[in-house]
């Protein structure tokens, strides 16, 4: 399949200013790209923030050149998330928007903005991630509600976006209203949830990962506990999921004072879980005040990278980037330490959609970057620079 053609005027990635507060607008129509289009790879949407505005900035992966100011934002808390050709860019906590763009136009006309906040309700919905799965179906996954929204992503009124709901209210603990959703992944045609279930003071609980058949849009018994029927993660306050297909992976990073997370593998098809690592995994990393927390994994082939935070001392804190094999029964986590990644935070990791290589985004407020590893861990490449930090990043794949 051929990629879209990124040199006509009405090209992808446009140079200029793109306008004030809250919009994306004028453009002069001359394209940064003139590249023939088999060469430019994936598109990268890259959400920039400083915790007070935001923007997304949109570039390829090939020839790594960003350009700054769409869906510029006077908010800073957005996620994004795509489909096909649609960028989603979702408001989160106390925004509760969904706003959806098109590559094939230019991401300059939005398609629409919907409103997620709730009627007569002072509680933020604050969506996490939109995953959808046809031109018709998406799951909302909402951290401040107690149940997943089924919704038409193609509705040309707000009124018909949400279609039903899947309960999950049963895992909201007491003094809580929602079991605090966070991320899911769909697999062997069932949308696996992870739940932090975190306490009315924040600290941790048992969390599960909740599995519901994408056909009925149920629950699914998945054992034998009196209480649930969802699966029971060793791994407390989770983060982040990713899978294969064959398996699940949950990353939780724990209480935020002690070393107590974990990396979970569950199987997609009995259901059980193996603890790959836990509080004791990296305790080489402990020093006198310092704790090791476990925050992102990304699938890559045969490997899996992650990154652990060395959290002690001054904000943001330093990261570890580990590989190992996420099939080994025992696997072995290798460092990788580039030069200019070395006793630096890192704000996300991004696998590319053919897995061949794996962004990494640097969190420096005062050099914000992106750098480049392929699959052994090694850099490729030169650092892409930013005006703000990179707090959540996605590839589109757009073919003809």
């Not at 990962?209 to 029971?232: P, R, Y």
């Not at 699959?375 to 650092?383: M, P």
Request: net charge negative.
């Amino acid at each position: 399949m051929k990629k879209l053609s990124l040199i006509t005027a009405s090209a992808i990635m446009l140079s200029g200013c793109f306008g004030n507060s809250d919009s994306s607008s004028e453009n002069n129509d001359s394209p940064i790209v003139t590249s023939p289009a088999e060469e430019t790879g994936y598109l990268v949407a890259a959400l920039l923030s400083d915790y007070v505005t935001s923007q997304v900035s949109i570039g390829t992966t090939d020839q790594r050149e960003f350009v700054d100011g769409y869906i510029v934002k006077s908010e800073s808390d957005y996620t994004l998330d795509t489909y096909g050709t649609y960028l989603y860019h979702i408001g989160r906590n106390n925004i509760d928007t969904l706003e959806r763009y098109d590559a094939l136009t230019s991401f300059l006309t939005q398609d629409y903005s919907y409103s997620l906040a709730e009627d007569g309700s002072d509680v933020s919905t604050n969506t996490y991630q939109l995953l959808q799965v046809s031109e018709t179906k998406a799951y909302l996954i909402s951290y401040g509600k107690p149940s997943i929204l089924i919704i038409d992503p193609s509705a040309s009124n707000e009124s018909d976006l949400v279609t039903g709901e899947v309960d999950l209210s049963a895992y909201s603990p007491e003094g809580t209203t929602s079991p605090t959703m966070v991320k899911a992944v769909i697999a062997d045609n069932k949308l696996f949830v992870a739940m932090q279930r975190l306490n009315a003071d924040w600290s941790t609980n048992t969390a599960y990962l909740a599995v519901i058949d994408t056909t009925s849009d149920t629950e699914i018994n998945t054992g034998d506990n009196e209480t649930f029927n969802g699966i029971e993660l060793s791994a407390t306050n989770p983060g982040d999921v990713e899978t294969d297909g064959t398996y699940v992976f949950v990353i939780g990073r724990g209480d935020f004072a002690t070393d107590s997370g974990g990396l979970d593998r569950i199987s997609t098809d009995d259901y059980s879980v193996e603890a790959l690592g836990d509080d004791t995994t990296f305790a080489d990393l402990n020093d006198d005040g310092i704790v090791f927390h476990y925050d992102e994994i990304e699938l890559m082939g045969s490997s899996a990278f992650m990154t652990v935070s060395i959290e002690g001392g001054s904000w943001p804190y330093p990261a570890n980037i580990y590989s190992f094999d996420p099939s080994a029964e025992t696997p072995q986590f290798t460092v990788h330490q580039p030069e200019a990644l070395q006793n630096t935070a890192i704000s996300l990791i991004r696998a590319t959609p053919d897995e061949t290589e794996l962004w990494v985004a640097t969190d420096d407020s005062s050099d914000p970057q992106i750098y480049v590893l392929d699959e052994t861990g090694a850099l490729t490449g030169d650092a892409i620079s930013f005006d703000q930090v990179v707090r959540d990043l996605d590839f589109i794949d757009v073919t003809e």
